[in-house]
């Protein structure tokens, strides 16, 4: 019995290192003059494949994703307008630069360095004030008849053609968090 308990002890102790994966920490969306800011920050763990990959000189392209879900009409407009894709998104790049031992993250063209990999997770799909929808989408509209969902994905189509096949039903490279409601209030 004692060695089924310690047995049971390290299956659980062991359980983070297994944990890879994505997870939303925040998620909220304040409605300013018909339009959604939406403020999101994920806890990002990378697989060892994914790190090795990563210290490889291979940049990991993420996605963060947004989507309307109410109010309806508005939500099945947009969805028809964009052929179903998500209403917004936005590309973050994480990579690592070996002769400096430095991670830069890039949003667009604006890019940031980081002394150390926790640091450079933590600003992947960390946002603040994104403006989500075209000025007046939602006006006349309250706060609370709105409702969003964020998602933080790695983008396995920005890698180079043969990590892509590798990638292709391998779960060390099926990074990403789950649709997450975003918590909306209303602005000035």
Same mark, same amino acid.
């Given at each position: 019995?004692?060695?089924?308990?310690?047995?049971?002890?390290?299956a659980?102790?062991?359980? /983070?290192?297994?944990?890879?994966?994505?997870?939303?920490?925040?998620?909220?969306?304040?409605?300013v003059?018909g339009?959604l800011?939406?403020?999101?920050?994920?806890n !990002?763990?990378?697989?060892?494949?994914?790190?090795q990959? $990563?210290?490889?000189?291979?940049p990991?392209?993420?996605?963060?994703e947004?989507?309307?879900?109410?109010?309806?009409?508005?939500?099945?407009y947009l969805?028809?307008?964009?052929?179903?894709?998500?209403?917004?998104?936005?590309?973050?790049? =994480?990579?690592?630069?070996?002769?400096?031992?430095?991670?830069?993250?890039?949003i @667009?063209? $604006?890019?940031t360095?980081?002394?150390?990999?926790?640091?450079?997770?933590?600003?992947?799909?960390?946002?603040q004030?994104?403006? !989500?929808?075209?000025?007046?989408?939602?006006? @006349? !509209?309250?706060?609370?008849? #709105?409702?969003?969902? #964020?998602? &933080?994905?790695?983008?396995?189509?920005e890698?180079?053609? /043969?990590?892509? &096949?590798?990638a292709?039903?391998?779960?060390?490279w099926? =990074?990403?968090?789950?649709?997450?409601?975003?918590?909306?209030?209303g @602005?000035g």
């Amino acid at each position: 019995m004692r060695n089924v308990s310690l047995l049971g002890w390290l299956a659980c102790a062991a359980l /983070p290192a297994w944990s890879d994966g994505i997870s939303a920490s925040r998620s909220e969306a304040e409605l300013v003059d018909g339009q959604l800011s939406v403020s999101t920050r994920f806890n !990002v763990k990378l697989s060892n494949t994914l790190y090795q990959t $990563l210290t490889q000189g291979i940049p990991l392209s993420f996605r963060l994703e947004f989507e309307l879900t109410r109010p309806r009409a508005t939500a099945y407009y947009l969805s028809v307008k964009e052929w179903f894709d998500p209403h917004a998104s936005m590309a973050f790049k =994480l990579s690592y630069q070996p002769l400096t031992n430095r991670y830069r993250v890039t949003i @667009g063209s $604006l890019s940031t360095y980081y002394q150390s990999l926790d640091k450079a997770l933590a600003a992947l799909g960390a946002i603040q004030g994104w403006r !989500v929808l075209e000025p007046g989408t939602l006006s @006349g !509209v309250s706060a609370d008849k #709105v409702a969003g969902r #964020v998602k &933080l994905e790695l983008d396995i189509g920005e890698l180079p053609k /043969p990590f892509q &096949l590798n990638a292709l039903g391998s779960p060390d490279w099926g =990074l990403a968090s789950s649709w997450t409601n975003l918590d909306v209030k209303g @602005g000035g």
